[in-house]
């Protein structure tokens, strides 16, 4: 009794919010179904690293002397040494991304980059909010609308925030059914969303499937070669999908990995949300910054759309811009959506999927870009 009577008394404030945090998670993960995989580890893990005492956490205890938390020791060997998880993790998502919609629209990889534009604002914002640089860029980066990229730029930049930057980033993917319909409709006209678009599928041979992912690699690691370990194991996933002889390590790679390193992700970086380092001003600044990087992002992809059909005789449908992030395939169905509202004969899918999957190789090479950017400027 007079352990819990103790345990009681050494619970602040800050403990109490980030408990409530974590039960939002929670909350948004098992009612909601918003990212469960990531959000229900992440909300459990928040309210167990902020236990007073916490047996999660490296500690040192009368009697015993230095005892080794599991959360801790997570975090430190897979995260902040090697940034394994986030790593690991793009080789199941390559393993489950089919190229084929992208390679037979090539005018998709402009989308993917013009969707990144959210970065960059992000970026400026922060430090003009006073942000230094590296967690300026960390911050930046949400924008990518990539949790993986994320978590490993802020972690390779040895940002403060990385707790609040990985909240950000996947409480707003979750919610992008929510937030692009808004902006989207900002910046566009009810005529424009009913441009439709005929798709006349290419054929994709296997052998360009198959040297795609090599190719692509060759290119970020000359263009930003601290993108090599992102786009590598991105492209190495969907080359074992592509090869065709590696049927079970496809399935593996895309479904037991992807799920275990998921699973171990969420509850690893909660270590980053711990009370003191997450209850703080700055978090709220990161959650705004966040979301206005979300809205540039789907901004920017529109507006180069409509750019675009000032000098093209088939017009594109702007809201395909939209699905330039990398939220796959949330952003895709969210335009297919919105077409079909508009008008229920306009099928924007396909174009929709080309973009989305070119986002996500524009948000691990804008990863890449910043981190090489950083480090010519420190």
């Not at 345990?7 to 980030?18: A, E, F, K, P, Y």
């Not at 930003?224 to 496809?250: D, Y």
């Amino acid at each position: 009794m007079d352990f819990l009577v103790e345990g009681i008394r050494l619970i602040t404030w800050q403990d109490l919010v980030m408990y409530g945090i974590g039960a939002l998670l929670i909350y948004l993960a098992i009612v909601k179904e918003f990212e469960p995989a990531l959000l229900l580890p992440m909300g459990f893990g928040a309210i167990l690293v902020n236990l007073p005492l916490s047996g999660a956490i490296n500690q040192t205890m009368a009697g015993i002397g230095n005892v080794t938390g599991i959360v801790e020791w997570l975090f430190e060997v897979t995260i902040e040494t090697s940034e394994a998880l986030p790593l690991l993790l793009f080789i199941g998502i390559g393993a489950m991304i089919d190229f084929g919609p992208l390679l037979s629209n090539p005018q998709m990889f402009l989308f993917g980059a013009a969707a990144q534009f959210g970065i960059f604002f992000a970026l400026s914002l922060s430090t003009l909010l006073g942000f230094d640089l590296k967690d300026a860029a960390s911050i930046g980066i949400i924008g990518a609308a990539d949790g993986p990229t994320s978590i490993l730029v802020s972690q390779v930049l040895h940002s403060k925030y990385i707790g609040a930057i990985a909240v950000a980033a996947y409480s707003y993917m979750a919610l992008v059914p929510i937030v692009q319909p808004i902006a989207i409709r900002l910046v566009t006209t009810e005529k424009e969303r009913k441009i439709k678009m005929r798709y006349n599928p290419a054929g994709v041979s296997k052998k360009a499937r198959v040297l795609f992912p090599i190719v692509v690699t060759i290119v970020a690691g000359l263009v930003a070669p601290m993108s090599v370990s992102l786009v590598g194991f991105l492209m190495f996933g969907n080359l074992i999908k592509e090869s065709g002889v590696l049927a079970n390590l496809t399935k593996t790679a895309s479904n037991e990995l992807a799920n275990l390193i998921t699973l171990l992700l969420g509850i690893t970086i909660s270590f980053s949300m711990r009370s003191e380092y997450f209850v703080v001003k700055e978090t709220l600044l990161i959650m705004g910054i966040g979301l206005l990087a979300f809205v540039f992002d789907t901004i920017g992809g529109v507006v180069f759309a409509k750019i675009l059909n000032l000098f093209t005789k088939n017009k594109i449908n702007p809201m395909i811009g939209a699905a330039g992030i990398s939220a796959f395939p949330m952003s895709a169905r969210v335009v297919q959506k919105m077409g079909l509202k508009e008008d229920c004969t306009n099928h924007l899918l396909m174009f929709a999927v080309g973009a989305n999957v070119a986002g996500q190789i524009g948000s691990v090479v804008a990863g890449g870009v910043i981190l090489n950017l950083i480090q010519k400027f420190l």
